[in-house]
């Protein structure tokens, strides 16, 4: 029988209805609640649950206790063991992880969890990429790949994996902005790492039929390689798609910051904006930036990468930037665009337009990137 895990982070959202951009910290809790804010992660946890509750005497169900996630169960008509303690009504970040940790522990084989970025970067923070994990959108900053796009689909995608019915799992992006510059309109993502989480596989490649999406990457990643030129600088970006290209050519990667190649060399690691600049500067040469998109909304540049900056881009040139992404990944995205946000209005706009996408082995599409969500 399987086991699914049930964690709510029932303050999050609560910033979101009245402006504060967030709810992170004690001091904006006590100022949404001044305020007349109200929890959103437990009705939108309830949602999911009632479609989960189909599954009651098919599957076992743990949840943390009282508003971490009992009573959500107990109102979506399951009957969850509760595990854990807490003191109810002031819950707090390590209450998730100490959730996240124990779920882990019991052998569940999902966790569903209702909040927001910074529940997942605490998910992720206690138990890493160890089993699969489906978020329910509830927090006012969903900038990670990790969440369903409703409680309903997460009921339902939920549903369908506990039942065996849904197999594919993929790594996932773990994002995080700064809340106190983005009350003061600045967007700040970092890429915390990645979780694995269930996905439906809804379209299938145009070329193969049933391919995976690895088997994609490995092709994208062939292609790439296939093509590097000589003496020309590769400035490959985060993520687990370029992931693939740097293991093609058996180079260290890493996977959260910027790795540069030369002649399928590896030159730096990790590199900073200013070491980047400085590389290309020294350089002279042609080189190309590797990018794909970051983020459960498509972020090529802007989302994890800020180290690829207006000037380091402008120094490459908008011609010589090659995105590359799973066909899965922008059938997700359809109808929206992949997203430029550097910080540069004016460079957004240039790299705004249709640019070819690599999917695969001599495989590409055109996809359009802007500047606007829209």
């Known amino acids: 029988m399987k086991k699914l895990g049930v964690i709510v982070n029932p303050v999050a959202g609560m910033g979101g209805r009245?402006?504060?951009?967030?709810?992170?910290?004690?001091?904006?809790?006590?100022?949404?609640?001044?305020?007349?804010?109200?929890?959103?992660?437990?009705?939108?946890?309830?949602?999911?649950?009632?479609?989960?509750?189909?599954?009651?005497?098919?599957?076992?169900?743990?949840?943390?206790?009282?508003?971490?996630?009992?009573?959500?169960?107990?109102?979506?008509?399951?009957?969850?063991?509760?595990?854990?303690?807490?003191?109810?009504?002031?819950?707090?970040?390590?209450?998730?992880?100490?959730?996240?940790?124990?779920?882990?522990?019991?052998?569940?084989?999902l966790i569903l969890f209702a909040g927001g970025d910074g529940t997942a970067r605490n998910i992720y923070t206690a138990i890493g990429a160890k089993i699969p994990v489906l978020g329910i959108p509830a927090g006012v900053k969903i900038h990670s790949a990790v969440y369903a796009i409703n409680p309903r689909s997460a009921g339902e995608v939920a549903s369908l994996y506990l039942q065996g019915q849904v197999v594919n799992i993929r790594e996932a992006e773990?994002?995080?902005i700064d809340e106190e510059a983005f009350r003061q309109g600045r967007v700040n993502a970092?890429?915390?790492?990645?979780?694995?989480?269930?996905?439906e596989r809804r379209v299938q490649s145009v070329?193969?039929?049933?391919?995976?999406?690895?088997?994609?990457?490995?092709?994208?990643?062939?292609?790439?390689?296939?093509?590097?030129?000589?003496?020309?600088?590769?400035?490959?970006?985060p993520g687990t798609t370029t992931r693939t290209i740097m293991e093609r050519l058996e180079l260290p990667n890493t996977l959260l910051g910027v790795d540069v190649v030369f002649n399928r060399e590896l030159v730096?690691?990790?590199v900073g904006e200013k070491q980047l600049f400085n590389l290309l500067e020294q350089h002279k040469g042609k080189?190309?930036?590797?990018?794909?998109?970051?983020?459960?909304?498509?972020?090529?540049?802007?989302?994890?990468?800020q180290q690829?900056?207006?000037?380091?881009?402008?120094?490459?040139?908008?011609?010589?930037?090659?995105?590359?992404?799973?066909?899965?990944?922008?059938?997700?995205?359809?109808?929206?665009?992949?997203?430029?946000?550097?910080?540069?209005?004016?460079?957004?706009?240039?790299?705004?337009?249709?640019?070819?996408?690599?999917t695969g082995w001599e495989d590409s599409i055109m996809y359009r990137i802007s500047n606007d969500a829209d």
């Open 268 to 270: 730096a690691n990790d």
């Open 308 to 358: 690829i900056s207006p000037r380091v881009i402008r120094l490459v040139g908008k011609n010589n930037i090659i995105v590359v992404a799973s066909r899965e990944k922008l059938v997700a995205l359809q109808p929206h665009p992949l997203l430029v946000d550097t910080g540069d209005p004016d460079l957004d706009q240039e790299l705004s337009g249709y640019v070819r996408v690599v």
């Open 190 to 199: 970092r890429l915390y790492g990645y979780l694995k989480v269930p996905v």
């Open 18 to 109: 009245v402006g504060l951009k967030g709810s992170d910290g004690i001091e904006i809790l006590r100022r949404a609640r001044e305020m007349g804010a109200e929890p959103e992660s437990p009705r939108r946890a309830i949602e999911a649950l009632k479609i989960i509750a189909k599954l009651k005497n098919e599957i076992e169900v743990l949840a943390y206790p009282d508003e971490m996630g009992a009573d959500e169960c107990s109102q979506a008509g399951l009957e969850p063991e509760v595990i854990g303690s807490i003191k109810s009504g002031e819950t707090s970040p390590e209450d998730t992880m100490e959730a996240a940790r124990e779920m882990a522990q019991k052998g569940v084989d």
């Open 174 to 176: 773990v994002m995080d």
């Open 207 to 237: 070329k193969s039929g049933a391919r995976s999406e690895q088997a994609e990457m490995e092709g994208m990643a062939a292609e790439v390689a296939a093509n590097m030129e000589k003496d020309t600088l590769y400035i490959i970006g």
């Open 287 to 305: 080189a190309h930036i590797v990018v794909t998109a970051i983020g459960g909304q498509g972020h090529v540049f802007g989302r994890g990468n």
